[in-house]
């Protein structure tokens, strides 16, 4: 009888950039598994083996473990595995965070259902210390390996002594006060660097003083606001990848065509989602496969991750040129800061422009987040270090709506940009761009930003209309890529050139053919 096909169990594309020596913890997390359920493919057990593995000397091979594989395909059993190790047999202490509530609260349900069953798994039962679960406290804690005390009392550890998880969807501020050794982040598509940034303390402190972070995750999508994980998935790519990086991924080829891989899509499904045929039925994937885009089925089902280079428009490197990762604005610089908002209202995006020591003009994106309601308290919390802020909407945006929110925060100041200025400014910025390239070898010219992937990602997508008389624009109907930080980024810079030194600038009058503006 022929064996049913199964999905590939090597990755499409692996770094392994440390110096494993010594597998054995991987081993011993591998043997320990069956006993709770879990039973792991091939895939995931080389994951897990390269995970835990460690260098000569003792510590982890790998300071950042990565992994990026399309959905339903069995990352959780594999964390499960590496997370049972850590806590029952190291002793360490883990933060597991996700994007959303639900996850993090799945996640620990899942983990806690090996110690809430005694008669299943009496030896797991018996090191439980505590469980948490109070919503957004959820937390497990275990005895260290040398103690006998019942549960629920007469334990004289440290809270430190045992392994331990605790779990947290991700915020600002949701991981103050934690102190592990293993940082998780699932969901890490959707992981921005504001997040990363209250995590990773976390770690510094760790008690075993050899800390790991691991990142989980798939493709973001084309209006994400992350930023971390592409960063990662970058790295991977590059030709020298970091030092003590374990990178394992799943996904077609960057430059196919989305629209080609959906219809010639069954072999691209095996090649690209290990668990075909164990987990996932192929019936599933047809099913997928009728009703999502090109786009959205290569990204969510064939792990495709979006090519972010040089766009349409630009072919010849000019937006990289401009590119300068040192780039800042002085202090004493007028600031505009351009919000945008995309057209289904998920994501805003502000981009702030200014004048560097040398006067070459500076743009870049300083916040992008799911939603509004943040704004208007983004502004308040810094207008009296700015001592006031100059706003630049355009008038016919989704961001129009928070004009009167921020017009009521003393000290802040809102421009609403006609269609015509718009046109005229994203002409300008597209002719920046190309003098910055043009100045490659000599004294820099036209414009600097830095480096972002939410902007890079913008440009690469950016597809240009010539309606209303010539003037180009952003398409951002048509665009293949979220515009919205591209925008954000034009009206900012356009309104810095414009009316330079100029304070307290607003709109009095507009229609779509011209603005009269009040100085």
Known sequence: M?????????????VVSGEPVDFTDGEEALELAPAYGLRPDPWQARH????LSRRAGGLVAFKRVAQSVPRQNGKNGEIEIIQLHKMIVQGRRILHTAHEVKTARK????????FEN???????????????KANGQEAILLHKPSCSAPVGGGCSCKPNEGGSIEFSARSKGAARGFTVDDLFCDEAQELTDEQLEALLPTMAAAPSGDPQQYFYGTPPSVDSVAEVFPRIHKGAHADKPPVGMFWQEWSIPQDMDPETARQDWVDLAYETNPALGIRIGLDTVAMEQSVMSGVGFSRERLGQWLTVKASSYWESGEWEAASDPTSQIREDSPLAFGVERSSNKSVTHIAVAGFREDGLPHVEIVASRQGSDWVRKWFADRVEDYEGMQVVINR?????VLR???????????YRAAFPEERRWTERFLTLVEEAAQSQGGARR?????????LDMAVAGMKLNYSHGGAPGVDRKNSAT?????????????????????VAVRSVYEDDSYSIVVL
């Open 48 to 51: 897990v083996r390269y995970a």
């Open 446 to 454: 036209g414009l600097a930003h830095l480096p972002q992937p939410v």
């Open 404 to 414: 009167m929110d921020l017009e009521e925060i003393e000290g802040v100041t809102v």
């Open 2 to 14: 022929a064996r049913e096909r199964v999905g590939k169990q090597e990755p499409s594309f692996e």
């Open 118 to 132: 005694p008669g299943q798994y009496p030896d797991l039962a018996a090191m439980v210390r505590m469980i948490r």
């Open 396 to 400: 016919s945006s989704p961001a129009d």
């Open 482 to 502: 979220d515009a919205t930080p591209l925008v954000a980024s034009i009206i900012a810079l356009g309104f810095l050139l414009e009316f330079g030194e100029s």
């Open 107 to 114: 996640a620990f349900m899942r983990l806690a259902s090996y």
